[in-house]
């Protein structure tokens, strides 16, 4: 802390006003509002009529909603297995000293990561279309005709349709996290291995996975972060359907607050989101970091 | 010798397979573009009748039909995305480092507190501000403006950038304010002349995390405009799909008019733009 030189508290209030009272605005405000409303039966126009705690009630026996959720946890566990284990192999075959090209399998590998969701999203519509998509067009031209559909109306193969394109467009940046920490491992370790006789796969996961633990779980939390606000692409690609085979929690809110045009219910969601959202996150730490102390102990 | 070779041998297949499944993987990463970038110059009857070849008689047709006509709004759209973006970064960047700078120097009352409300901000799920957002903006008749994205885009990304920029000021030797203070310097002066200038490289990985983060941004901006004449990029993107509904050439060729910044500056920069997403996401 500064000593010398002690700015005037008007100063400090002066330079602090605007970026605290824009967020305050921007995020407090809103969570505070949601909660107030929450407990309102509010279609939209100026009428709202309180009705205590009716909104929860029907959340806790709304099936779509719960569904949703369930497909949130769905993506959540597809993206850490899909994103940061594939991830995770990929990274060891780009250090093996046998690959060449390392720094465009980076640079090609993270390129997907910067575009929009909405961009992507359209992309994989053109890739599932029923006519003129490059998947039936392969099935096509592989003589498989029959297995042409239209993909994305399909109810039982939808979520894990519109899984896909969201692990395929992350892989390259968990790759780029994972690498950056492996490069601050010192490589004295990896050549002690060597002699010993340790293959490819021992160091992997004997000796890498244990060092960088503390970057996995980096990864895990943005992963689970990610997924749990998944919106963007839902949208673009189904809206939530075929009926609601898609949904996920954020979709919801947004149908029910501007479709139905329901905002005290649509409040109601909202503040479920957070609490589950933060519950997820929270839980899944405090899970990892007791088991990761277990094991040194 | 002859296992010797024999491990050679097995040495060569692996390279074989590895090399092969990660160029597999890296062409899957820019084939879309790649295929978007040749398919966009076909003609929509020339792409239905054979979508993954290359044109024959290529054109630029697509792309002139989508910047002359003015129902798409595409050039008012890069417009706006480009004027939210710039504005958006350029309050992040000087937000985060007036903010990050204080809470790591200044010893006031409220800084705890400050700091964990703004650590709060980090963990908050935004998408559950969606609904409500909407309302607070509504109900002050703010949505709906050429400003209104700067302010949720703003919040948003600052609880990043004020603790890159806090954790990189207490690396800072104090020394260089005390000598500045002694030579007569007063608190703002020292700020933008001497701490600024050493910040720099940390607000640049602050700048370089948003850029990209305003111009994809959708949910927010689906919510909060609704004139066609004030829409970002990625909502004029979901309206040219309704429209374009089976012309996928011209929605190519949109797309990449907007993704063009994006690519060009990603390539460009592709090395300071993967340390910097990196230490972001580690750090923050």
């Known amino acids: 802390m500064l000593t010398t030189i002690k700015p005037k508290g008007k100063t400090i209030f002066l330079y602090l006003l605007i970026p605290v009272a824009m967020f305050v605005f921007t995020v407090f405000v809103p969570l505070v509002t949601a909660f107030v409303y929450s407990f309102f039966e509010w279609k939209g126009g100026p009428q709202k009529t309180f009705n205590g705690l009716e909104n929860y009630i029907t959340l806790l026996h709304d099936n779509t909603f719960w569904k949703a959720f369930g497909h949130n946890i769905y993506l959540v566990v597809a993206c850490i297995i899909g994103q940061i284990g594939i991830a995770f192999v990929l990274v060891m075959m780009v250090n093996s000293k046998l690959v060449r090209f390392k720094t465009i399998h980076r640079t090609f590998g993270f390129f997907p990561s910067t575009i929009s969701a909405v961009c992507l999203g359209l992309i994989w519509n053109m890739i599932y279309h029923n006519q003129y998509g490059i998947i039936n067009w392969f099935l096509r031209a592989i003589g ?78 943005l992963c689970i972060a990610g997924n749990m606000k998944a919106f963007d692409n839902i949208y673009v690609m189904t809206k ?45 730490r405090g899970l990892i970091g007791r088991l990761t102390r277990e094991k040194e102990a | 010798m002859k296992g010797m070779s024999g491990n050679k041998v097995k040495k060569g297949i692996l390279g074989f397979f590895m090399n092969a499944i990660l160029i597999i993987f890296s062409l899957s990463c820019i084939f879309p573009i ?75 009352k409220m800084n705890r507190v400050l700091y964990t409300m703004f650590l709060m ?92 983060s305003c111009w994809n941004e959708f949910s927010f ?38 993704m063009a910044p994006i690519i060009v500056l990603y390539f460009v920069f592709s090395k300071q733009i993967i340390k910097g997403m990196v230490s972001g996401a580690v750090k923050g």
């Open chain 1, 144 to 221: 498989r005709s029959d297995l042409c559909q239209v993909w994305l109306n399909n109810t039982k193969l939808v979520m894990l349709l519109v899984t896909i394109p969201l692990i395929w467009q992350y892989i390259g940046y968990y790759m780029v996290i994972i690498l950056s920490a492996i490069a601050s491992i010192d490589t004295d370790i990896f050549e002690s291995a060597e002699l010993d006789g340790a293959n490819g796969f021992q160091k992997a996961l004997h000796i890498t996975l244990p060092l960088i633990k503390n970057t996995m779980l980096v990864c895990v939390t």
């Open chain 2, 34 to 108: 790649i295929w978007m970038l040749y398919s966009s110059l076909k003609e929509k009857r020339a792409f239905n009748a054979d979508i993954i070849g290359l044109p024959k008689n290529p054109t630029p047709g697509n792309y002139i039909r989508i910047l002359t006509n003015p129902d798409y709004h595409l050039g008012e759209s890069m417009w706006n995305s480009v004027r939210t973006t710039t504005l958006s970064i350029l309050l992040i960047v000087l937000f985060s480092f007036i903010v990050g700078y204080i809470l790591a120097r200044v010893k006031f």
């Open chain 2, 121 to 212: 901000g980090m963990l908050i799920p935004i998408h559950s501000l969606l609904v409500p957002i909407y309302v607070v903006f509504q109900r002050c008749k703010i949505s709906n403006n050429w400003f209104t994205l700067i302010l949720p885009y703003v919040s948003f990304g600052l609880p990043m950038g004020i603790f890159l920029v806090e954790g990189f000021v207490k690396s800072v030797p104090v020394s260089l304010e005390e000598a500045a203070a002694i030579d007569g310097s007063n608190f703002s002066r020292t700020l933008w002349m001497v701490i600024f200038p050493i910040c720099r490289p940390i607000l640049v990985t602050v700048a370089i995390i948003q850029v990209f």
């Open chain 1, 240 to 284: 939530g359907g075929p009926g609601t085979a898609s949904m996920v929690m954020a979709m919801y809110g947004y149908q029910v607050s501007f479709n139905q045009s329901n905002m005290g219910y649509g409040s109601c969601i909202s503040v479920a989101i957070f609490v589950l959202s933060l519950l997820v996150i929270g839980g899944t």
């Open chain 2, 221 to 258: 901006a689906l919510v909060l405009i609704k004139d066609v004449s004030l829409q970002t990029v990625p909502l004029a993107l979901t309206q040219f799909k309704g429209q374009f509904a089976s012309d996928y050439p011209k929605q190519m060729a949109a797309m990449l008019i907007t």
